[in-house]
């Protein structure tokens, strides 16, 4: 049970990373140093008075930034191999000790799933920034915000509800993942056959 609860909070936290590394690491720097659960001593990584400033202050910016249509998908597109890096830091901390080779399976296992949530993120707000009002892209903003931080606080209490949480909407991304990719090539088919 312990292992799976381990995985839980390494996968959750990297699930969460790839939507908004800061506010991810701010949730666990802020839970270590006030005590809101018990948790594993590894966290400690995190309760550092620079660490949980650093992660206040770039949520603080990424929060502005998320809510100006084009300035978002440019602060996506810089943290497009920040995010998955630090999902996979926050996965790798997340175990304790642990054998190098488990290390580097997590390792690849958070970075990926940071980099898909990253992705699926940053599509979304690019699809999202070609509509001319502002008010869809503040809602989707607010939205990842109030998710992160559930995730982040349903990892921390109950990591295998949280778990059980990141597989069924990584098994949703995929789905959709494959449903865009059909559709494109339909189009992209469609489009090269000559007008008759």
Known sequence: MADLETLGRAMGFAFAAGINLYATVAVIGLASRFGWVQLPPQFDAFNHDWVIAAALALYVIEFVADKVPWVDSAWDAVHTAIRPIGG?????????????????????????????????????????????????????????????LGLGFLVL????????????????????????????????????????
């Open 88 to 148: 996979a830091v926050i996965a790798v901390a997340s175990l304790g000790e642990a054998s190098p080779a488990l290390e580097g399976l997590i390792a690849l296992a958070g970075g990926t799933l940071a980099a898909g949530t990253h992705l699926t993120k940053a599509g979304t707000r690019a699809a999202v920034n070609t509509s001319p009002e502002p008010f869809s892209n503040w809602l989707l903003s607010f939205g990842e915000d109030a998710f992160v």
């Open 157 to 196: 209490k109950y990591p295998l509800v949280a778990l059980t949480i990141v597989v069924v909407l990584t098994v949703l991304i995929a789905v959709f993942l494959a449903t865009v990719v059909r559709w494109a090539r339909r189009r992209w088919r469609r489009s090269r056959v000559p007008a008759g």
